[in-house]
């Protein structure tokens, strides 16, 4: 029977206005996670068709089971990302644009590639998400607990159910189609199709939102882009194109962190790994605590504030 609890959140962000800057003190992780909203929808959406088509090929119930709730999470994430992001339309209605080409980007992959390739690209990516998102959640004081609650909160309960289900779509390939060889092989296009991607949605906020509210170059977390930017400035036959200072969102973080994520990242992809045996961020298991005592996990910082007055 699976573990996994599908969960339906409703963080206010209709209630006033969502500002693209959500957390002052970082502009670089406040441009990351937006970016990561604008992916999360056309992702999801491409998980859950891909979800359907894959059940037909699975034989063993548990695992329908499985993939029957990991759909469903993912579709309350899908929902909560897109009442973000509706937000920061209202405020930058360019950016309608960007969500259309993001999704546009998953909606090709859902109509050109076949299941086999889908299964593997959800493997992959989430694989990858426990250890990334373990560094973010250890450091949530300096990359959450000052910004918008409701973006932050956002934030945690999405990253604390992937960590939740981080074993669940490796199990659905396995059991759908289970070649090691095949899921490596396809990684390099599948990366290439997510940093597109982010791509595609960080073109977007450097031209649809100013860069008094940016604050910094969204493209500056790519070195590729960096090196190319710099190259500019040093030969001026090249016209360099300034959207802002070159910040990036974990620079403050302890390297040694950093090279654990990394590694951790690089060990999802080999074969026979297995999330289970992964180091959890403490974080996640206080939020499961937290929303089981039916504290108002919509309001991470600030429903604390008031219950410890
Ligand atoms: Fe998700
Ligand atoms: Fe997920």
Known sequence: MTELHVRKMRFGFADYDVPYLWNEENPAFSSMANAVSFLAIGFEKMVVNMVREAIPLISDPEVVEEADAFMRQEGQHSTAHRQHVSGLIKRYPGLQETLDNVIAQFDHLTSTTPVDYRLAYTADLE???????????????????????????????????????????????????????????????????????????????????????????????????????????????????????????????????????????????????????????????????????????????????????
């Not at 560094?135 to 609650?149: E, Q, V």
């Not at 790994?273 to 504290?295: C, D, M, Q, T, V």
């Open 127 to 309: 694989a990858t998400f426990t250890p990334v998102f373990k560094l973010m959640l250890d450091n949530d004081a300096s990359l959450f607990r000052p910004g918008d609650d409701r973006v932050a909160s956002l934030f945690i309960w999405h990253f604390v159910e992937e960590v939740e289900h981080r074993s669940s779509a490796l199990i659905i390939f396995q059991s759908a189609i289970g070649s090691d060889l095949y899921r490596m092989r396809m990684a390099p296009s599948i990366f290439r199709h997510v940093m597109r991607v982010i791509r595609v949605a960080c073109e977007g906020f450097n031209e649809h939102v100013p860069l008094a509210d940016r604050r910094i170059d969204a493209l500056a977390m790519f070195a590729s882009y960096r090196y190319m930017q710099r190259l500019r400035t040093w030969l001026p036959m090249l016209r360099a194109h300034d959207h802002g200072p070159m910040a990036r969102a974990f620079d403050h973080l302890p390297l040694r962190e950093q090279l654990v994520a990394l590694t951790g990242i690089v060990r999802s992809q080999l074969p026979n790994h297995n999330p289970g045996h992964e180091k959890l961020p403490a974080l996640a298991s206080e939020w499961f605590e937290r929303h089981a005592a039916g504290y108002d996990v919509t309001r991470w910082y600030t429903a604390a504030k008031e219950s410890n007055r």
